[in-house]
């Protein structure tokens, strides 16, 4: 069974502070999402990779990196929190063929005070 | 603009009674359609997929259908149980050169009280 894991599940962070959020696939898959969830806006999509070293800008980059240094490894990097970065952090992986459905993880609830 | 429009925006009904929940998109070129469901502090976990030439596709006591004319889908559950309680999320992919784009609906919240 795929696992799709996040590091964290829940965490507290303070405006301007510097934050990392994991997320381990064990599947061996090519493409790697960040999405953040909120209450009326769906999912939306902030970064994605297809390969090592390769990123895509989603829908709501800004104020967001990442990194993808290892296949099964995918960090969302938040350079300086800000209070409007309160949301639910959903990872997903997927194989690179059309129609392959997303392995989600369980979800990073993060709070910036 | 791609799109994707769910309703009910959520529902509640008893154990044991059926309900169907709805997506229309405009989403264009159409890939495939994914119903996701995603229980309260959990990752979203596929239910099923429809093709542009599938019409109705069933998983255990959920049943998807697909209108690729009217560009809609629904989600119908038979003979609900506690556990339906969730939230499902229709996810709607187009093709594209770089490969598939995928529109989210915001999601049906369906809450089966005993």
């Known amino acids: 069974d795929v696992k799709v894991t996040q590091s964290s599940r829940y965490l507290v962070k303070r405006t301007g502070e510097k934050v990392f959020l994991e997320c381990v696939q064990d599947m061996d898959h090519e493409n790697m999402f960040w999405y953040r969830q909120d209450p009326g806006l769906g999912l939306r999509l902030i970064y994605f990779s297809y390969d090592v070293k390769m990123k895509e800008k989603g829908d709501i980059p800004e104020g967001y990196s990442v990194s993808r240094e290892k296949k099964e490894r995918f960090s969302l990097i938040l350079e300086s929190a800000s209070t409007n970065q309160t949301s639910m952090y959903l990872c997903?992986?997927?194989?690179?063929?059309?129609?392959?459905?997303?392995?989600f993880g369980n979800g990073t609830r993060l709070t910036v005070t | 603009k791609n799109q994707v429009e769910q309703s009910p925006q959520s529902l509640i009904i008893l154990e044991g009674k059926n309900c169907t929940l709805q997506?229309?998109?405009?989403?264009?070129?159409?890939?495939?359609l994914r119903w996701y469901k995603q229980d309260t502090g959990r990752g979203p976990v596929s239910l099923t997929i429809m093709t542009f030439s599938e019409n109705t596709k069933s998983n255990g006591r959920y049943t998807a259908t697909l209108d690729a004319d009217t560009k809609q889908s629904s989600l119908h559950i038979t003979a609900s149980q506690l556990s339906d309680s969730a939230s499902y999320i229709c996810?709607?992919?187009?093709?594209?050169?770089?490969?598939?784009?995928?529109?989210f609906g915001g999601g049906t919240r369906l809450m089966v009280k005993p």
């Open positions: 997506c229309n998109y405009t989403v264009s070129p159409f890939s495939n």
């Open positions: 997903a992986s997927s194989f690179g063929q059309v129609g392959s459905p997303l392995h």
């Open positions: 996810v709607v992919s187009a093709l594209r050169n770089a490969g598939n784009m995928l529109t």
